[in-house]
């Protein structure tokens, strides 16, 4: 069972707090890479718990600073972008990419003032058509950004989409990736009530008959034993710790990055491959990718829709409260994913409280970080086929 105090290390996010500090570890995605463009070169944000600005100085270089100017106070976001940096439209301190303040007009010529200011800033990367953000201690020291098979491979189309916010934790809705048996009823009987004939829904409606757990290098592995007239053994990705889920949808690969906007809401990016066999369509690094944002996925009266999958998704996991107390629930023999997944959320906390490098998922290796995919998975490609042709000759 978990204690107050570990609810609170699981989930609080602000600079200082245990959970916040190891996320830290991590890079995690800002915002599309081409929405910081030159006709609008800068997006202001937060990400657990700091107000950021991110921008794109008049030579193309990306800077993340901290959003608030350091003289008096005024955001930046109302700044004047120019070519070396960004200047505060208060008083004209101008701040580069790395955040050192350049000109502080209205000091005395030759002031070595301006030396002792500086935003906090972090280092930023682009990759598969978003732009990346660390945000730890000693950036030189900062782990390679994981080159997932999702924003590196060549052969198809890529797409990115936003999710509307989500109000509630992000420990909320991680912790679904490894629940393996929501999508039962969640979607596969919600499905049917609902009448909405969803593609994907015979396919979780199938009785579970076993579920299996375990660590690997980048978080936990999993697999659903389906039985009923459609048996199969469905290997999945692991849970990319720790907040990453990887899954097949269909034909398409896709990535969702669970970060935290505070303690209280959670932005979700969605980053989808579709890979086209014959070559027809091809998608290189570097090249600009669309991007969406999602409208909210309710009814006009505020309600959720439930239509669809992520709306389902979403219900469950805000239903549960701006930030879930787990010293109430009662868990079960198939929540050993859960179990499995706040073990290794702990322990890890420990290890960066100790000032020690986090053991999962980080990423050093260049040789390894070619390209990150995941062998011996399986696609609800040839289960559905199968229900299908099931279903069809009924």
Not at 201 to 222: H, M, N, Q, T, V
């Amino acid at each position: 069972m978990i204690t107050p105090e570990q609810n609170q290390r699981l989930t609080r996010v602000g600079p200082g707090t245990p959970g916040g500090e190891l996320l830290r570890r991590y890079w995690q995605p800002l915002c599309p890479a081409a929405e910081i463009a030159a006709e609008q070169p800068k997006k202001r944000l937060r990400i657990m718990g700091e107000s950021l600005l991110v921008f794109r100085d008049g030579q193309g270089r990306i800077g993340c600073v901290e959003e608030f100017c350091k003289h008096r106070g005024a955001s930046l976001y109302y700044g004047y972008v120019e070519e070396c940096g960004i200047r505060c439209c208060y008083h004209g301190w101008m701040y580069d990419a790395q955040g050192r303040c350049l000109e502080q007009p209205f000091e005395p010529e030759g002031s070595r003032f301006k030396d002792e200011i500086r935003l906090k800033s972090y280092p930023v990367q682009a990759l598969g058509g978003l732009l990346f953000v660390y945000m730890g201690p000693d950036p030189a020291r900062a782990p390679l950004l994981p080159r997932w098979d999702v924003l590196v491979r060549e052969d198809g189309k890529r797409e990115i989409k936003m999710f509307p916010t989500h109000y509630c934790n992000w420990l909320q809705i991680q912790e679904n990736t490894a629940d393996s048996t929501h999508t039962y009823y969640l979607h596969g009987v919600m499905d049917r009530v609902l009448g909405l004939k969803h593609p994907f829904a015979p396919y979780y409606r199938r009785p579970i008959e076993k579920l299996e757990f375990s660590y690997c290098e980048w978080g936990i592995d999993k697999v659903i034993v389906y039985g009923g007239d459609v048996p199969e053994t469905e290997i999945r990705p692991p849970l990319i710790f720790p907040n990453i889920l990887r899954i097949p949808n269909g034909p398409m690969e896709v990535l969702h990055w669970r970060v935290p906007i505070d303690d209280q809401s959670t932005r979700i990016v969605f980053v989808a491959f579709t890979p086209v066999p014959d070559g027809s369509a091809r998608t290189r690094e570097g090249d600009p990718i669309s991007y969406v944002y999602l409208p909210a996925m309710k009814t006009p009266d505020g309600e959720y829709d439930l239509k669809t999958f992520f709306s389902q998704d979403q219900m469950a996991q805000e239903s549960q409260g701006a930030i879930y107390d787990r010293t109430h629930e009662n868990l079960g023999v198939s929540d050993r994913g859960i179990v499995l997944f706040r073990k290794m959320l702990l322990e890890q906390i420990e290890r960066v409280e100790r000032g020690e490098e986090p053991t999962v998922a980080v990423v050093r290796d260049p040789e390894r970080n070619r390209m990150i995919d995941f062998p011996g998975i399986t696609s609800p490609v040839e289960g559905l086929k199968r229900i299908a042709e099931m279903q069809g000759s009924g």
